[in-house]
């Protein structure tokens, strides 16, 4: 079990006042806060090690160079890559550039007219728009699975659309909106079954849930260190290495080559292949403490305390007047992740109120457009948590939701 109250203490940011009230900080999926942890090691990175690395023979550079590939090899494990083998993680800024990578340097090779890109109506625009700017290219198709009434993939469309004409299966683990999760093993299946690569966008599961890309069958795994512990400028790439060595570069530059000569170059072994220029070094070293920190207290254990709090949630927040929630209705099948809207209350009026009261939520289409059409909406305001949360910062929100519909009910009555 987590004690949130005592976890907290480890987060400085959580002791702050906003509005003259104590943070109540429900905005996890857009990014999380940072333990001391994590902080202190950026401090002491710079303070002790700063050099940059691969190239330098001297001391500071060697360091720099250990602490950083350690990270990569933490990474390996985390995810349970193939033999814990550090060469399938790629260093990216986040979980985009980590799909842009995949749909430029193995869609660009690969991609041929006529082929298609199997992707989902709840994928986040991270996994939509690098797919239409490569497939236009390519004279590649785009083709969409779509949900049921209750936020779940549609399998029997899913399988229908699996063809020979599809050449990968790119799809979210879990809906930043929905918080659905989606059966992503079953999925993996499917791809290779049919002859298919398969990419899991994992931004919205890999800070949520024990993570197996094995056991996925992922052959790409995306996400980003922010939204688990890490800092800003971090993202992971995993891929099969028989794939990452066949792939061309994605960016060219200093540290991704073996040899260059007056118009020709040979590229580098992977991972480095893909990591030109400097890297976010002190970002990087820094992760390395945020997955130190999640793996102490163990990703079932987070999971487990998410699933409480998102079932007390949906219990407490069906109980107000003219709510609607979206997703899944069973806790068990979902991430901490809750959008709602109120009565016609627009989701920015609502995110106002709520930060006048210090509570932080997202308001808006959350980067998933097609889903907001979907789902009929323009918006949706979104609660989403993490392991320091508490039930009590959920009696907060729906207190706050009270008054929120108070307000505007008030409004929109002297306004007719
Ligand atoms: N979703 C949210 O508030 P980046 O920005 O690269 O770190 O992550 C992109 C991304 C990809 N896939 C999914 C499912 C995501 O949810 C996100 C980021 C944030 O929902 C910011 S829009």
């Not at 991270?126 to 198709?141: D, F, H, M, T, V």
């Not at 936020?151 to 020979?164: I, P």
């Not at 991704?256 to 991972?271: C, Q, R």
Request: include cysteine; glycine fraction near 6%.
């Amino acid at each position: 079990m987590i004690n949130a109250q005592k976890l907290r203490q480890d987060f400085p940011i959580l002791s702050r006042q906003i509005h003259g009230q104590p943070l109540v900080y429900l905005d996890n999926a857009a990014t999380t806060q940072k333990p001391r942890a994590v902080i202190e090691a950026l401090k002491r990175y710079y303070e002790t090690t700063n050099a940059n690395i691969h190239r330098g023979v001297h001391t500071l550079s060697e360091e720099a160079t250990d602490q950083y590939e350690d990270v990569r090899a933490k990474v390996a494990q985390f995810i349970n890559a193939p033999e814990h083998d550090p060469s399938q993680i790629l260093f990216t800024r986040n979980a985009t550039e980590a799909i842009n990578l995949v749909a430029r340097a193995w869609g660009g090779e690969n991609l041929k007219p006529g082929d298609e890109i199997l992707l989902t109506v709840m994928e986040h625009h991270s996994n939509l728009i690098p797919w239409y700017l490569i497939a236009k290219e390519k004279g590649a198709r785009t083709v969409f699975v779509d949900i049921d009434e209750q936020g779940f993939l549609r399998m029997e469309e899913f399988k229908k659309k699996l063809t020979s004409r599809t050449k990968i299966v790119a799809v979210t683990h879990a809906s930043n909106v929905l918080g659905t999760i989606n059966p992503v093993a079953e999925i993996g299946k499917l791809a290779h079954d049919a002859g298919t690569l398969f990419l899991v966008d994992g931004a919205q599961s890999v800070p949520h849930l024990p993570m197996d890309v094995q056991k996925i069958g992922a052959d790409f795994l995306a996400f980003s260190a922010h939204k688990m512990l890490g800092p800003t400028g971090v993202g992971v790439l995993y891929g099969r290495k028989e794939l990452l060595e066949a792939m061309p570069p994605f960016l060219g530059g200093g540290e991704m080559i073996s040899k260059v000569t007056l118009g020709e170059a040979a590229w580098n072994e992977v991972p480095w292949k893909y990591e030109a220029g400097t890297p976010n070094i002190a970002d990087v070293i820094a992760f390395g403490a945020a997955l130190d920190y999640l793996q102490e207290i163990g990703m079932e254990t987070v999971q487990k305390h998410e699933q409480e709090l998102v079932s007390y949630a949906l219990r407490v927040l069906s109980a107000l007047e003219e709510i609607v929630l979206y997703g899944p209705a069973k806790p068990e099948q979902r991430t901490g992740v809750v959008s709602f809207n109120v009565g016609t209350i627009h989701p920015h009026d609502i995110s106002q109120i709520l930060d006048s009261r210090g509570i932080a939520i997202r308001a808006g289409h959350h980067c998933a457009q097609p889903l907001m059409r979907r789902l009929n909406v323009v918006a949706t305001a979104r609660a989403s948590f993490y392991l320091y949360n508490t039930p009590q910062e959920i009696d907060l929100l729906v207190e706050a939701l009270k008054e929120a519909r108070k307000f505007f009910g008030h409004v929109a009555r002297t306004r007719t």
